[in-house]
């Protein structure tokens, strides 16, 4: 074997031997959906083995009219798929999706229709398919041009709802009678710096101020970020995009993780 | 007895029906102390950073109480409202245990 040869083999078992460690300090680029699928949640507890398609719920449908406090903590939703327990008889009862789908309240000088009925659907179609079926992607991006053509956007069409609610574009209803607890506004306004290991994209400093506004700390705390014995959470990119701690909601309603700077000092290139 | 101009006999519904509505309303609120209790005990999440640790202690023994009852109710009140609780119990736990570990 000449010396050559050896350099190579050598060369070539070291990529094999540092292969996984150069993985796992790769950068995670994360993936979105489309925005009119973006934050797309399938509810299907119950339905399919009762009969129905499962329910669609658009989380932008309804973003663009209520707070995450008042579905996440007034309603009683939860943050992870399935764990709330949505049912023909929760819907009926007034709770859950039935809290403002009752056929009674009004919105925009419209009725809200009901969700479920308390006997159940006699038979497919209106008004159980308003939610129990999928309209199609052609139909979701019709529906989402038309409200997204209003509203300032990010690259790729995703609905800046920071800047349209600044802009008193959109005014979150935070408040539904006889459902939500009056509370006054959350005092705290720290800031958390993020520290992030590795050179090549900055770190990020959380807002407490900023996440406030439409959140309550019940929302995170303990569930997505708990207290840990070292009092920070360690957590990576790749939890991230796996919709834990901040992907929660940044996988899904809130902005795409994509957009790397909105929350990194500096890109992923130096930008 | 009978009001004039009515026939004999026939049963004066209006304020029947006013009366059983008040009882019915009584009976609602009274059958629904929880509520409150439960509004009450949640109302004060957003301000939990700023509550001393009793206080934080006091509420997290209230909330425990009132699991019990909430867990007696009927399975979608339940559903929601237990959630709903866990939310506040924890919250109040979490600035607990924050503080202990020096936050």
Known sequence: MTARHALSRALLLAAFALAPAARAAMPVFPESAPPELFGRVILDAASSKNGMAPAVFDHWRHRAVFSCRLCHIDVGFAMQAGASGIARASNAAGLHCGACHDGKRTLGGKTVFAACTPAGAAKPGEPCARCHADGGRDRARAEYLALSDRLPTYGGGYIDWERAEERALVKPIDLLEGVSIVRPAMKLDRDVPIEVKGSWIGGVTFSHRKHAVWNGCEVCHPEIFPVTKAGSVRFSMADVRAGRYCGACHRSVAFPLSLCQRCHRRGPFGG | ?103
């Open chain 2, 1 to 103: 007895m009978s009001a004039p101009g009515r026939a004999p006999g026939r049963v004066r519904w209006g304020p029947t029906l006013a009366i059983a509505a008040l009882l019915a309303a009584g009976t609602v609120q009274a059958a629904e102390p929880w509520r409150a209790e439960f509004d009450a005990v949640c109302a004060q999440t957003q301000d939990a950073m700023a509550l001393t640790t009793p206080e934080l202690k006091a509420l997290v023994v209230r909330c425990d109480a009132l699991k019990a009852t909430i867990e007696g109710l009927d399975e979608s009140t339940r559903k929601v409202y237990a959630r709903r609780l866990k939310g506040c119990r924890d919250l109040y736990q979490f600035v607990l245990d924050f503080r202990e570990k020096g936050g």
